[in-house]
């Protein structure tokens, strides 16, 4: 029988990457005797609940009918903030160090032109972004950028709003969205994927790191959905490397373990003579099969 760390006395360690998926099985399982006492703790705890019982009746008979009018009036409640609730946003506040203004040049309807002089502001928003240094101006500093929107009504009295770009960024990915409305810039956003994916920092080191040295409060929230839209950004330049590879007179192709929870997957690398592409999937034929595919795609193009 071949020895693994949980039929010997050997270390986790040891244990090869497809045989660690059901090592904690067992701790998934009670021991035995633990069923007992909780059955004994559920029974104690139904008695004194069953003792109660009768006194509280009559209190929750009176109480119905105003229970009952409550769960109306919230049924009628419009969803999202209600009037008079206290509004929650960024506690930290950064100085302004530029404003843009945002126009409307033409109506949306009659295509009629719009002077800037009748418009009227309608929402605001501020993005943080990262000024890198230059040979006249060494180190890296903050910038907050404050973007104001504006709408115009023209002479024919139809409204045109100049809202931010938003757009879905892939067919493969269809729930993130690229968006002009947002808290980070760019040059932000480039230095929190390095951090991620260069120096492998995890969201807590990240959170630490801009607060220490750039005074910058990041919610893990925010880095995530950061992380996530600049990778979909990129997502098309992944034909592009395919293509390379795919033309490359030499290729060199490598595997190891790759655990996502409690799926056992494999990072595949693929090095080219000009291009590495990693990709993240099984050992078997579904990684030649999608390959195949993407090369007949980008073929057929």
Not at 118 to 132: G, L, M
Not at 205 to 222: F, K, M, N, P
Request: glycine content about 6%; overall charge negative.
């Amino acid at each position: 029988m071949r020895q693994t760390s949980r039929n010997s006395s050997r270390p986790p360690s040891s244990d090869l990457p497809w045989d660690k998926a059901g090592i904690n099985d067992e701790d998934q399982h009670p021991q035995q005797g633990q069923d007992e006492f909780t059955g004994m703790d559920d029974y104690i705890r139904d008695t004194e609940e069953a003792s109660k019982t009768g006194s509280e009746e009559n209190t929750q008979d009176e109480a119905q009918p105003t229970k009952q009018l409550e769960d109306e009036a919230s049924d009628r409640r419009k969803p999202g903030k209600q009037p008079g609730a206290p509004g929650y946003g960024r506690e930290q506040k950064i100085a302004v160090t530029a404003e843009e203004h945002h126009y409307p040049t033409d109506c949306a309807r009659c295509d009629r032109e719009l002077k800037q002089d009748a418009a009227t502001a309608y929402t605001a928003f501020e993005t943080v972004d990262v000024k890198w240094a230059d040979p006249n101006k060494p180190g890296m500093s903050l910038t907050n950028t404050k973007h104001t929107y504006y709408k115009t009504v023209c002479a024919r009295g139809h409204c045109t709003q100049q809202a931010p770009h938003r757009q879905v960024t892939h067919s493969s990915t269809p729930n993130i969205f690229l968006s002009e409305w947002r808290l980070l810039g760019p040059e932000l956003a480039a230095l929190i994927v390095c951090l991620a994916y260069r120096i492998r920092l995890s969201r807590a080191r990240i959170q630490e790191l801009l607060s220490d040295w750039l005074d910058l409060e990041i919610s893990v929230g925010t880095l995530h959905a950061t992380l996530h839209e600049s990778g979909a950004a990129v997502l098309p330049v992944e034909d592009e490397l395919v293509a390379a590879i795919q033309s490359s007179g030499l290729l060199h192709v490598d595997e190891t373990s790759w655990r996502e929870l409690n799926t056992l997957l494999w990072l595949w690398v693929f090095c080219g003579q000009d291009v590495v592409v990693y990709w993240i999937a099984g050992r078997g034929s579904e990684l030649l099969q999608r390959i195949r595919q993407r090369f007949s795609r980008l073929a057929d193009e």
